[in-house]
């Protein structure tokens, strides 16, 4: 659904504090997430999971879950060291990209509105076969139904990447 690009942040840090950043990122590709193994380049956020990569191919994905909240700021500070986690929360705050509360329980929301437009559209499938009115009723009502659902689910979506800057670079 969206990337984070964080491959320029060491660099932001460094120009800043004018000291050496050593050991934000990892070059192990197969690191696990979010145990303070180090930064990855890119992020990037999906309905089901979240995957880190070190370069364009070379990366790992986490857990795959039902309604994964959509929590990037989590999740990138998770992956630092703790003395970069509290200098970007001492850079990066009274942000939407850092109100996990508003941004997991929004994409909570359009997944499951997603997850009912789904659901409903393979009920108009099925009940569209059958030639009866009632099922043609039902049919109709469905689609309806499923196609409210799924404009809610990808306008909340939306919004959520639009208020994080859509797909974005972290710059200090």
């Known amino acids: 659904m969206t990337n984070v690009n964080v491959s320029l942040y060491g660099q932001g840090l460094q120009r800043a504090f004018g000291d050496p950043i050593d050991h934000l990122y990892t ?3 197969s690191a696990p997430l979010q ?8 992020y990037k956020f999906g309905l089901y999971t979240h995957c880190a990569y070190v370069d364009q191919k070379h990366g790992i994905c986490g857990n795959y879950t039902v309604a994964m909240k959509f929590q990037p700021y989590e999740a990138l500070t998770s992956d630092m060291l703790s003395n970069y986690s509290q200098f970007t929360d001492a850079i990066i705050f009274n942000t939407t990209f850092r109100n996990d509360g508003y941004l997991g329980s929004s994409s909570k929301a359009a997944y499951y509105m997603l997850l009912l437009g789904t659901i409903c559209t393979g009920f108009a499938i099925v009940t569209g076969f059958i030639k009866h009115t009632v099922t043609f009723f039902a049919s109709t009502t469905f ?11 990808a306008a909340i979506w939306t919004v959520l990447v639009k208020k994080n800057g859509g797909d974005q670079r972290i710059r200090c």
Do not use: D, E, V, Y
């Open 27 to 29: 070059n192990n590709a």
């Open 35 to 42: 145990a303070k193994a180090g930064l990855r380049q890119l």
């Open 143 to 153: 689609s309806i139904l499923g196609s409210l659902f799924l404009l809610i689910g």
